[in-house]
């Protein structure tokens, strides 16, 4: 076989279609495999450049193709949308991502492969952020069946279970509304327990991970967002910047600029959307202690506040939130609450 220069994969659950160049760009391999046929033909390969999209298992194979000395490239799949041709099919799929990768812009724009205990940790929070949903949606339902007979309930997790007293307690409800409100409870309670044991993890994954410890410092972080940010961000060093950073995770602003005029607008909301929310909400809380003037909010914050609307202002600082938590994980700093102060200071 004459010698690839790279081979893009296609993958699929069951399929694989490979579409492979040598060096002067002509295409010399275009092969489908079955999933056992994958590792056996790339163990006799000798080791190239491979590139697949960034989907649910490509980390795994990822992993596998390493293992068997190969170079891997996980590509975001807006990426290679581009080079796809009329025809949508596994082979001009394979082609796009064989020719994506030779693009130094998508070369920068990689996604960074996890290991397995990566893997492991982004799946507890995975499972943690599924059983909270769960329950929000089953206190809802509580909450809207109990309306149908006249019972209602203040707001809060803690006002579900005497709801559901109440309502066993009723002798004007029907004997299979109890039954069935029975049943939801029944769901309600097992998952209270559930949720405490995978916090448990959690806490105990913050406290083993050194990182995620220094990124607790910053004010608008908790443990939710260092593990998150932990996990998300496996190569903090990708990022040639603080700014790209953020970019990443949808934070700034979508840029409409045309004919010479700068239009922005809303944020991008690209990147993880779990990650985004938990940094806007860590910043909700500190602007809500700010404006009840509890702690020592920074002079950053406080004159934010006077021009902008709180919920603009909470996006502000997840913006620089993200800039700062890229920082800590990069340099290996501390979080130096005084370091604002001292430059501001030094500006006036």
Same mark, same amino acid.
């Given at each position: 076989?004459t !010698?690839?220069?790279?081979?893009g994969?296609?993958t699929?659950?069951?399929?694989?279609?490979?579409?492979?160049?040598? %060096?002067?760009?002509?295409?010399v391999?275009? !092969?489908?495999?079955?999933? +056992?046929?994958?590792?056996?033909?790339?163990? !006799?390969?000798?080791?190239?450049?491979?590139?697949?999209?960034?989907?649910?298992?490509s980390?795994?194979? =990822?992993? @596998?193709?390493?293992?068997?000395?190969?170079?891997?490239?996980?590509?975001?799949?807006?990426y290679?949308?581009?080079?796809?041709?009329?025809?949508?099919?596994?082979?001009?799929?394979?082609?796009?991502?064989? @020719?994506?990768?030779?693009?130094p812009?998508?070369?920068?724009?990689?996604?960074?492969?996890?290991? &397995? @205990?990566?893997?492991?940790?982004?799946?507890l929070?995975?499972?943690?952020e599924?059983?909270?949903?769960?329950?929000?949606?089953?206190?809802?339902?509580?909450?809207?069946?109990?309306?149908?007979?006249?019972?209602?309930?203040?707001?809060?997790?803690?006002?579900? %279970?005497?709801?559901?007293?109440?309502?066993a307690?009723?002798t004007?409800l029907?004997?299979?509304?109890?039954?069935?409100?029975?049943?939801?409870?029944?769901?309600?309670?097992?998952?209270?327990? +559930?949720?405490?044991?995978?916090d448990?993890?959690?806490?105990a994954?913050?406290?083993?991970?050194? &990182?995620?410890?220094?990124?607790?410092?910053?004010?608008?972080?908790?443990?939710?967002?260092?593990?998150?940010?932990?996990? !998300?961000? &496996?190569?903090?060093h =990708?990022?040639?910047?603080a700014?790209?950073?953020?970019?990443?995770i949808?934070?700034t602003?979508k840029?409409?600029s045309?004919a010479g005029?700068?239009?922005?607008?809303?944020?991008? +909301?690209?990147?993880? @959307?779990?990650?985004?929310a938990?940094?806007?909400s860590g910043?909700?809380?500190?602007?809500?202690?700010?404006?009840?003037?509890?702690?020592?909010?920074?002079?950053?914050? &406080?004159?934010?506040?006077?021009r902008?609307?709180?919920?603009?202002?909470?996006?502000?600082?997840?913006?620089?939130?993200?800039?700062?938590?890229?920082k800590?994980?990069?340099?290996?700093?501390?979080?130096?609450?005084n370091?604002?102060?001292?430059?501001?200071?030094? =500006?006036?």
């Amino acid at each position: 076989m004459t !010698k690839l220069a790279r081979i893009g994969i296609d993958t699929s659950k069951s399929v694989f279609q490979l579409h492979g160049v040598d %060096e002067k760009e002509q295409a010399v391999l275009r !092969k489908q495999l079955r999933r +056992r046929q994958f590792v056996v033909f790339f163990a !006799k390969l000798e080791p190239t450049l491979v590139g697949l999209e960034a989907c649910g298992a490509s980390h795994h194979w =990822a992993r @596998e193709l390493q293992q068997l000395g190969h170079q891997v490239m996980l590509i975001p799949p807006q990426y290679v949308k581009p080079y796809v041709g009329r025809n949508k099919n596994d082979k001009t799929d394979a082609e796009a991502v064989c @020719e994506a990768m030779s693009r130094p812009k998508v070369q920068e724009r990689l996604v960074a492969i996890k290991s &397995v @205990e990566q893997s492991a940790a982004q799946m507890l929070l995975g499972v943690r952020e599924s059983l909270v949903k769960r329950r929000t949606q089953l206190t809802n339902t509580i909450r809207g069946h109990a309306a149908e007979f006249g019972l209602v309930a203040a707001k809060g997790l803690d006002k579900i %279970e005497p709801l559901l007293a109440r309502i066993a307690a009723d002798t004007g409800l029907p004997a299979l509304t109890k039954e069935m409100f029975a049943v939801l409870g029944r769901e309600y309670a097992e998952l209270g327990p +559930r949720i405490a044991q995978i916090d448990n993890k959690m806490l105990a994954f913050h406290r083993s991970n050194e &990182v995620a410890r220094r990124l607790m410092e910053v004010p608008a972080i908790g443990p939710i967002g260092a593990c998150l940010l932990v996990t !998300k961000i &496996v190569d903090p060093h =990708a990022f040639r910047s603080a700014r790209r950073c953020a970019a990443w995770i949808g934070l700034t602003p979508k840029d409409h600029s045309t004919a010479g005029k700068q239009r922005l607008g809303g944020i991008t +909301r690209a990147g993880d @959307e779990r990650l985004r929310a938990v940094l806007v909400s860590g910043a909700t809380t500190c602007i809500q202690h700010a404006r009840n003037r509890r702690g020592r909010p920074s002079p950053w914050l &406080v004159e934010l506040l006077k021009r902008k609307p709180p919920k603009v202002a909470a996006v502000a600082l997840a913006n620089k939130t993200a800039r700062i938590a890229w920082k800590i994980m990069t340099s290996g700093e501390r979080y130096d609450p005084n370091r604002c102060v001292a430059r501001r200071g030094l =500006a006036a």
